[in-house]
């Protein structure tokens, strides 16, 4: 199976290496952007407010990388099966799910650059900045809620272009069973939490989707 | 020596490749103990069936013509001298017989036919 | 196990239009069987079919003893198939191609495939939406070798070829074939070339099966005749009457007959009629008239 990973992990890599190294580029950039100008611990708490506005909008960006970066990831994974209608993937000699399998697998190990750049960009952002008293920085967090995010884009956008209708269908009936069960907790008030991976990040919401929506702050009070 | 085996004939393949393995041992230009390409070199170089190959062979070994050594490929048999005479002399039968049917197809009478041979004969002679 | 593949009682439905009914199907392990049909006849569909590309409405497929589409994991490990549309992606290259293959083969045989990397002239380097056509027939027929399965699936394979490539791809096969004793299922329409290697042959026309037999039954069975003075009804032959049609002048008739057997003139004897001469029809002429009688409402078989 290893060898079989290997040959999927490659071509998968040659499809994609254009995203993946744009979106480490830039998932290594925005934290770092973010936090410009933040080198003076003697700020007042107008700069504080100045500083925290400048992260949220820069922050916005991080949402919008992890959805583009699920979204290509997803359709460089399925794109050249498409193309020659699956003929070839069908006819290797093991199930379609396990293939499935390989190549989300496939994608989820280039993902990693990405993740790992907004770990050691925003590691790096702040360790090098003064913040202001009274703010804290939350580089882990914000890199585990960035996996996360990328994660879920991953697994939708690669459950709709997997090709086969029925597996997309049960993927994405498992991914809405679970936004179901959650808002169900939500509404009848149980605390809930299925994504435990997750737990030390902002995850108030119904689902894993929430993931996208608030605000992404590295540095906070 | 197998050029223009044809496929479309009605004789089966097999029987053609036979045909001219016998023709050639009797006629010399396959000598005693010569080897007769393998199997695997004769499908693939006229693009036949290895199996046709295999049947033309066991034909020819059945016959007494050639002995199939396991390992070692096909090889021409020592033939006695009249059975040489004989395959020859069969061969001719067949062709003049191809020629008489043909004649009678096409509607060529055997006094014409009869006489063509002699001028044909003829024409070598003078 | 006597046959590599076997059908039965094959039923699948695509639109309006297309239907296979009724198909019976077998494969003799070891033999090269051509599968002959024009196109639209549901060839491909079969095909897919067989590989489990497609699911049966009804009836059963195996194919190596195993039912498909239910084992398809594990019967395509033995299955060395070569699609009528170059299927591989067209940004990798030829090396990634090959490389990619072999680790899902166990059986795959590097050194087979190093050889006809050099024997098919193939550039490791070049990426396969540059190659030829005949250059994208090679790789995919020589990944179907260098995999070494039990039975290869060839969908028209040397269509649109030039000679010189298929004759390239004829050889190699046959080779493999000699070397390994596989099976080999082959469609095309290209009936001399399957002439030449193909031990069975069957017809296909518009989703049925019209014949199925040993090549040399077939070529020895169908026979023109030219025949004097039958009687406007004839019943129960011994033979299967393909066509019949009167001649040009002369007051008698062409009858293109199957499953014929020479000792078969006694019967037009017995109803007054004589036999004047029994032409030879190649594979060719014998497919084209088994597919015109098929059409003009003639049965199955």
């Known amino acids: 199976m290893i060898a079989r990973f290997r040959a ?40 504080a407010q ?14 919008l990388l992890a959805t583009a970066l699920g979204l290509l990831m997803a359709i460089a994974a399925w794109a050249p099966d498409h193309r020659g209608r ?27 650059a990405p993740i790992a750049a907004v770990l050691i960009g925003s590691s790096l952002a702040v360790l090098t900045a003064t913040l202001p008293p009274g703010l804290q920085g939350y580089p882990i967090a914000l890199a585990v809620r960035f996996a996360f995010a990328v ?10 272009s997997a090709g086969t209708a029925r597996t997309a269908g049960i993927i994405l009936g498992v991914i809405a069973a679970v936004i179901l069960v959650q808002v169900v907790a939500g509404m009848a008030n149980i605390d809930l939490n299925l994504f435990g991976a997750a737990q030390t990040v902002l995850l108030q919401g119904p689902g894993p989707l929430a993931v996208f929506t608030g605000r992404w702050m590295l540095v906070d009070v | 020596m197998f050029h223009g085996i044809d496929p479309r004939s009605p004789i089966p393949l097999y029987v053609q490749i036979a045909e001219r393995v016998r023709l050639a041992i009797a006629t010399g230009a396959l000598g005693s103990a010569a080897p007769l390409p393998s199997v695997r070199q004769l499908a693939a170089e006229l693009r036949i069936n290895p199996a046709t190959v ?3 062979y066991r034909d020819l070994e059945a016959q007494g013509f050639v002995e199939i050594r396991h390992g070692a490929g096909t090889f021409v048999r020592e033939l006695a001298p009249g059975r040489r005479a004989r395959e020859r002399s069969q061969h001719a039968v067949a062709l003049v017989r191809k020629m008489l049917a043909e004649a009678r197809r096409s509607g060529v009478s055997l006094a014409e036919l009869q006489r063509a041979l002699d ?8 | 196990m006597s046959d590599t593949i076997q059908i039965e009682r094959l039923h699948y439905r695509a639109g309006k239009n297309f239907e296979i009914k009724e198909l019976d199907l077998h494969v003799p392990s070891g033999s090269i069987y051509g599968f002959l049909g024009p196109n639209g006849s549901g060839k491909t569909t079969t095909i897919r079919l067989v590989l489990g590309l497609l699911r049966p409405l009804s009836g059963r497929i195996t194919v190596l003893g195993l039912p498909m589409p ?14 009528e549309q170059p299927h591989l992606d067209s940004t990798l290259t030829v090396r990634e191609l090959i490389d990619f293959q072999a680790a899902f083969y166990p059986t795959w045989d590097r050194v087979r495939a190093e050889e006809l990397v050099q024997r098919f002239e193939l550039d490791g380097g070049s990426l396969f939406g540059r190659l030829s056509k005949g250059q994208k027939a090679k790789l995919m027929i020589l990944l179907a070798l260098a995999q070494r399965g039990d039975l290869l699936v060839l969908d028209e394979p040397t269509d649109g070829l030039d000679p010189v490539v298929r004759r390239d791809i004829l050889s190699a096969l046959l080779t493999y074939v000699s070397e390994r004793g596989a099976t080999i299922f082959i469609s095309s329409h290209l009936v001399h070339e399957l002439e030449r290697v193909c031990d069975w042959v069957a017809v296909m026309d518009n989703g049925r099966l019209i014949t199925e037999a040993p090549m040399e039954k077939l070529k020895q069975g169908t026979k023109r005749l030219v025949v004097f003075g039958a009687p406007a009804e004839i019943v129960n032959p011994p033979f299967r009457v393909l066509t019949r049609e009167s001649a040009n002048g002369g007051g008698g008739e062409n009858w293109v007959v199957g499953n014929w057997e020479p000792a078969m003139t006694s019967y037009f004897e017995g109803v007054g009629a004589s036999v004047r001469d029994v032409i030879d029809l190649d594979l060719e002429d014998g497919f084209v008239e088994l597919l015109r009688s098929f059409r003009k409402g003639g049965t199955g078989r």
């Open chain 1, 8 to 47: 999927v992990l490659n071509s998968q890599w040659k499809w994609s290496r254009l995203i993946v190294v744009l979106g480490t580029v830039a998932a290594f950039a925005i934290p770092l952007v973010s936090l410009q100008g933040a080198a003076r611990a003697d700020r007042g708490a107008l700069q």
């Open chain 1, 50 to 63: 100045e500083l925290l506005r400048a992260v949220q909008s820069w922050g916005t960006l991080y949402p």
């Open chain 1, 86 to 112: 699956h003929i070839h993937a069908l006819t290797l000699p093991l199930e379609r799910w396990r293939y499935v399998l390989l190549r989300f697998g496939a994608g989820g190990v280039l993902l990693a």
């Open chain 1, 151 to 160: 994660f879920v884009a991953y697994a939708v956008f690669f459950a709709v």
């Open chain 2, 54 to 56: 295999i049947q033309a």
């Open chain 2, 119 to 126: 001028t044909e004969l003829g024409a070598k002679t003078t």
């Open chain 3, 70 to 83: 239910e084992q398809h994991a594990r019967v395509l490990g033995r299955v060395g198939y070569v699609p």
